[in-house]
């Protein structure tokens, strides 16, 4: 079903700088043993937020992720803290998250999440079969234990970066994963190095995924499908489009030493650069305008472009100036995925009413299939 996103302060805490694998794809060049968040800071972190969320009444629910490197070699820390906010009781709606790669699930560390399932749920990352999984992420990162998290979890979907090793057989691995029940949210690896023709895989890898769910309504389509295209219905993004997340401001990470940034992508982990906060505190993250590179202006996917601003910091030191070689990625992505949700929308019309939001939705996705069709991918 595709619904509008609900409004929600997300807040990630960089637990580690530490992790135990090296993923190919990973954009946190500056891994270290030693930077670690303390477990007073955390709650301290927390207890403003929870804080400043209740004052503000705000609508949604404040979403809380534990990030690293890797967080479970923090475990001691996210242990005491998700105890601590449930024996607080806060009076705000909100949501407990870790993202991890799986491989330091022991018998000790699921026995506790079992019992503190309803508090906290694990968001796991999995590219595919296991060899996909060890092209990836190496040896130690065969397949983590899918099974556990849905068993736990079952509306909680599996994060898999698309990197361009995984390109060729893409559909394969993820239809793999659908069958066997699990819901999966993929996309695209951050910083790839795109290469011409690698659309024309990715175009033809979605379009198979695409099939697969017209196929198969019953199964909520993996949220690549779900994102939708009602931007381009809007006047006021003709010339100044929104940008396409919330970093800085509905979005912020704290680093190990307490730090705030705009999301994770902006911690020094990532780009090395230890005074980067005094830069950052001088863009304008309210001023949709900051985000734009005027070389952009011309170009007519800019309105549904998703760039990732911290990427753009790191690999070219402004955050306007994007990475051009996910362009084409971006345009097959825009063309299949339009057509899919026509498609999908349709043939749910004959089961069901739509919702007022999904017949918004469809308008957005015809808008989009007719702007993006003849767009030539060679």
Same mark, same amino acid.
């Given at each position: 079903?595709?619904?509008?996103?609900?409004?929600?302060?997300?807040?990630?805490?960089?637990?580690?700088?530490?992790?135990?694998?090296?993923?190919?794809? %990973?954009?946190?060049? #500056?891994?270290?043993?030693?930077?670690? $968040?303390?477990?007073?800071?955390?709650?301290?972190?927390?207890?403003?937020?929870?804080?400043?969320?209740?004052?503000?009444?705000?609508?949604?629910?404040?979403?809380?992720? #534990?990030?690293?490197?890797?967080?479970?070699?923090?475990?001691?820390?996210? !242990?005491?803290?998700?105890?601590?906010?449930? /024996?607080?009781?806060?009076?705000?709606?909100?949501?407990?998250?870790?993202?991890?790669?799986?491989?330091?699930?022991?018998?000790?560390? !699921?026995?506790?999440?079992?019992?503190?399932?309803?508090?906290?749920?694990?968001?796991?990352?999995?590219?595919?079969?296991?060899?996909?999984?060890?092209?990836?992420?190496?040896?130690?990162? $065969?397949?983590?234990?899918?099974?556990?998290?849905?068993?736990?979890?079952?509306?909680?979907? #599996?994060?898999?970066?698309?990197?361009? $090793?995984?390109?060729?057989?893409?559909?394969?691995?993820?239809?793999?994963?659908?069958?066997?029940?699990?819901?999966?949210?993929?996309?695209?690896?951050?910083?790839?190095?795109?290469?011409?023709?690698?659309?024309?895989?990715?175009?033809?890898?979605?379009?198979?995924?695409?099939?697969?769910?017209?196929?198969?309504?019953?199964?909520?389509? $993996? !949220?690549?499908?779900?994102?939708?295209?009602?931007?381009?219905?809007?006047?006021?993004?003709?010339?100044?489009?929104?940008?396409?997340?919330?970093?800085?401001? &509905?979005?912020?990470?704290?680093?190990?030493?307490?730090?705030?940034?705009?999301?994770?992508?902006?911690?020094?982990?990532?780009?090395?650069?230890?005074?980067?906060?005094?830069?950052?505190?001088?863009?304008?993250?309210?001023?949709?305008?900051? #985000?734009?590179?005027?070389?952009?202006?011309? %170009?007519?996917?800019?309105?549904? %472009?998703?760039?990732?601003?911290?990427?753009?910091?790191?690999?070219?030191?402004?955050?306007?100036? !994007?990475?051009?070689?996910?362009?084409?990625?971006?345009?097959? /992505?825009?063309?299949?995925? &339009?057509?899919?949700?026509?498609?999908?929308?349709?043939?749910?019309?004959?089961?069901?009413?739509?919702?007022?939001?999904?017949?918004?939705?469809?308008?957005?996705?015809?808008? %989009?299939?007719?702007?993006?069709?003849?767009?030539?991918?060679?």
């Amino acid at each position: 079903m595709i619904e509008k996103q609900e409004s929600s302060r997300v807040v990630s805490l960089m637990l580690t700088w530490q992790c135990n694998l090296n993923c190919i794809y %990973c954009f946190e060049e #500056f891994k270290c043993a030693n930077k670690e $968040m303390p477990l007073e800071l955390a709650k301290k972190i927390l207890q403003n937020e929870f804080e400043m969320f209740a004052e503000k009444q705000s609508d949604g629910k404040l979403k809380i992720e #534990f990030f690293g490197g890797e967080p479970l070699l923090k475990f001691d820390v996210i !242990r005491g803290v998700t105890e601590w906010i449930a /024996e607080k009781k806060f009076p705000v709606e909100y949501e407990l998250s870790v993202t991890t790669n799986g491989t330091l699930l022991t018998s000790e560390v !699921r026995d506790w999440f079992k019992n503190y399932k309803d508090y906290i749920k694990i968001v796991l990352s999995v590219d595919g079969a296991n060899d996909i999984q060890y092209i990836n992420r190496g040896k130690k990162a $065969m397949l983590p234990p899918i099974d556990f998290v849905r068993n736990l979890w079952p509306d909680v979907h #599996f994060k898999s970066t698309i990197s361009r $090793m995984a390109l060729p057989t893409l559909s394969e691995d993820l239809i793999a994963l659908l069958e066997q029940g699990h819901s999966v949210a993929p996309s695209l690896a951050i910083g790839e190095a795109w290469q011409d023709g690698d659309e024309i895989v990715y175009k033809r890898e979605l379009e198979k995924l695409a099939d697969w769910h017209l196929l198969h309504l019953d199964v909520e389509p $993996m !949220r690549i499908f779900l994102q939708h295209f009602i931007v381009l219905l809007e006047p006021h993004c003709l010339n100044a489009p929104q940008k396409n997340c919330g970093t800085g401001t &509905s979005m912020v990470t704290y680093d190990v030493d307490g730090t705030a940034y705009p999301c994770h992508l902006f911690v020094p982990i990532t780009h090395g650069k230890e005074e980067a906060i005094k830069e950052l505190n001088k863009v304008d993250f309210q001023n949709d305008l900051s #985000f734009i590179d005027t070389a952009c202006m011309e %170009c007519g996917m800019l309105r549904i %472009c998703k760039t990732c601003y911290g990427f753009n910091y790191k690999e070219r030191g402004d955050i306007r100036k !994007r990475d051009r070689r996910a362009c084409k990625m971006q345009l097959a /992505e825009a063309q299949v995925i &339009s057509s899919f949700q026509i498609n999908y929308l349709m043939l749910m019309k004959k089961r069901r009413e739509l919702t007022p939001f999904e017949l918004y939705a469809l308008k957005g996705a015809l808008r %989009c299939y007719e702007l993006y069709k003849d767009f030539n991918l060679e």
